[in-house]
């Protein structure tokens, strides 16, 4: 497994656990806070995980059309 792929499961699976605290507890508002700018920054994180995927997936797609346009 890359090491984007563990950063972005990693990432995905503390946002999990964030979600079920805030789901099942009643945190005070500094926990709270903290726990929301956490998952903030997470979410930030996998974004741009998928923003540079989506760049290279399309960057080979364009390169694998180009090989197919100059095939006669």
Same mark, same amino acid.
């Given at each position: 497994?890359?090491?984007?792929?563990?950063?972005? =499961?990693? &990432?995905?699976? @503390?946002?999990?656990?964030?979600?079920? @605290?805030?789901?099942?507890?009643?945190?005070?508002?500094?926990?709270? %806070?903290?726990?929301?700018?956490? &998952?903030? %920054?997470?979410? @930030?994180?996998?974004?741009?995980?998928?923003?540079?995927?989506? =760049?290279?997936?399309?960057? &080979?797609?364009?390169?694998?059309?180009?090989?197919?346009?100059?095939?006669?």
């Amino acid at each position: 497994m890359s090491q984007t792929n563990l950063q972005y =499961k990693t &990432a995905m699976n @503390r946002l999990e656990e964030i979600l079920t @605290r805030l789901d099942e507890s009643d945190m005070g508002v500094d926990e709270l %806070s903290s726990q929301v700018q956490e &998952a903030t %920054s997470l979410l @930030r994180q996998c974004r741009q995980i998928l923003t540079e995927t989506e =760049k290279n997936v399309q960057e &080979a797609l364009t390169s694998l059309d180009g090989e197919i346009e100059e095939t006669p």
